[in-house]
């Protein structure tokens, strides 16, 4: 887009802003909290149940900055020039104190600090050069580093979440080798190394979260899909982490991304950044509740079918700066927004814009300008959790990329957001003066997704504690301990869980049948059809099938006498729903629900000829 007069006009008004705004600017320290921080639907909490608005930044270095190519001690082999030595950016010419500052003058609430799986390995003493403004750190590896800098943040109040950047120390991201977690390591390896981390920092409750990976990726042959299976399965691979994370560290809050590119960026072939577009129709669900966030990323120059390059990779579709306010608002509703702003479904969840940013010195883009401030305003009307990328960067003599909100040259001389000539401060002071939910956050019923697509899914701590292989052979699933089954669906693969009008109702000895015949079944409630029925004052929390056929259920104890009113709810020729609550859990099979005051207390099913011994039916009781 041209640079107009007018638009020159608008960007010396947001100067001029900048610089009364700076003059008032209060820094204030972060709030008193409490942790471990969860969820209540679309909103993070403290240990209180208070909102917490993860209002953060990005405080990159420990997962590299080097470009790939040329000697790695020269700057000039950096990402702008700028040599982090694989440690939080800005140690070597800035005391950490004054960096942490910097943070809470601008109301920095939340850190979101990556590392790489190469640099938690790495034994080599970062030279005294790279620590000249903190000789406290000479000596230490770059991971003991990484925990000084975890405890001066969170010593000063700031929340900090672990992001699992790379797998190699080198700057994200291209076709880089770091397209996805398992890149250059396995599973298993990548897995190990987040209960490394997470047990190392587990005593600390104000390391709050662990982002998982960023910014998965088509590698130079295959894309990463969502659920499908395969080594590129990212949701079958993050939700594998998650449920070893949990067991180590049951405190923390589990942060997935979005695939965030798939497909060949050339025009005429498939290309587009699903995000968290794929969640609607199969998402996570972890052993402890209450602890799953979303994220996604945005920048002015990609876009939801655009990579982001300039010259190879480039193509004709529109950036993100090219859409109006209207388009941009709905692109990145459909795209991620929705996860939080859709109360009730199996997938709502907060969802955290873990990275936004645009370049403020220097970048007279008229473009540029206005999507940061639509951006922003799309934030505050969404109520968002937010990081910018970067907090820190370096500018010599004013030269730099001029992305960072704070920055130092070499002798220390600190050109900050709010000294006087970033048209950005306005636009950052509304962000973090918006009025947004406060205080106490009431609870709502949560409801969650089963699913036997890729084997067993028991997501109950006691089951997996106590019971073990609980139908051996079968593919198993199990609600998580809080929660009760509701829905089924017809092609055995879907189940939909919730403690809705019942809240938590196990008894507390964790007690369960696995029911493999109709013994307990008093009234004929599907004629014809087998029917695995629990006892009085049991309710189903989980199935096995072998095949599509059913092979047991699981009936959990309740802590409360329950009704015994049934009815019959058949879906094997239509969907039968009381509600749409939580979403549609299996999406292309038919299903049904009972209704929020009900439990099911059976399934039926029938293997007479043309017939899979699916569930054709459930008993819905109140």
Known sequence: MRFSLGNAVGLFLCLAATAVNAARFTPRDVPPWTGPLSTRGRYVVD?????????????????GTYSGSGDINDDASHHSNENSHT???????????????????????????????????????????????????????????????????????????VN?????SLWCCGVDGNERWNESQSLSTWISDWLFVVNRYKSNKRVVGADLYNEVRRDVLTDPNWGNGGDADWLTASQQAADQIQQANPDILIIVEGINWV?????????????LTPVSGLSHTLLVSHKLVYAAHFYSYTGPNHSGATGIGETTDPRYRDFSRADLFKVMTDSAAYVALTSQMHYTAPVWHSEFGVAGRGNNNAADIAWFQNYVDFLIQTDADFAFWPLVGYLENGNGNGWALMNWDKSGKRTGLFDGDDWRAPIWQKLIAAAGTTGQVA???EWKQLRLDRGDFTQSLAVRKNNGDWDSGASKAVC???LRLIGLSHGSTRGLCTDVNYGSLWASDRAIEVVFDERHVSNDWAGGYTKYTCPTNYFVTGWAIRGAKVSTVMCAKASKTLGTNGRTVWFDQNDNRADQLGGDFAVGQLKGSCATNEYIKGVAFTTRAFSNGAPASIYCVQ
């Open 443 to 445: 609870t709502v019923p």
């Open 164 to 168: 699992n950047h790379t797998n190699t």
């Open 263 to 275: 497909g060949i960026p050339v025009d005429g072939f498939a290309h587009s950044r699903p995000t």
């Open 47 to 63: 240990a209180n149940g208070n909102r917490f608005r993860l209002q953060g930044g990005n405080w990159h270095g420990g997962s």
């Open 480 to 482: 998580p301990d809080n």
């Open 87 to 161: 440690m939080p950016l800005g140690l070597q010419y800035v005391p950490i104190d004054k960096i942490i500052d910097s943070f809470l003058e601008m109301n920095v609430n939340t850190i979101r600090l990556q590392f790489s799986n190469q640099m938690l390995h790495d034994t080599t003493p970062v030279q005294d050069a790279w620590v000249a403004a903190n000789p406290q750190f000479r000596g230490m590896t770059p991971l003991q580093v990484y925990d000084a800098v975890i405890k001066a943040l969170t010593d000063r109040g700031i929340a900090v979440i």
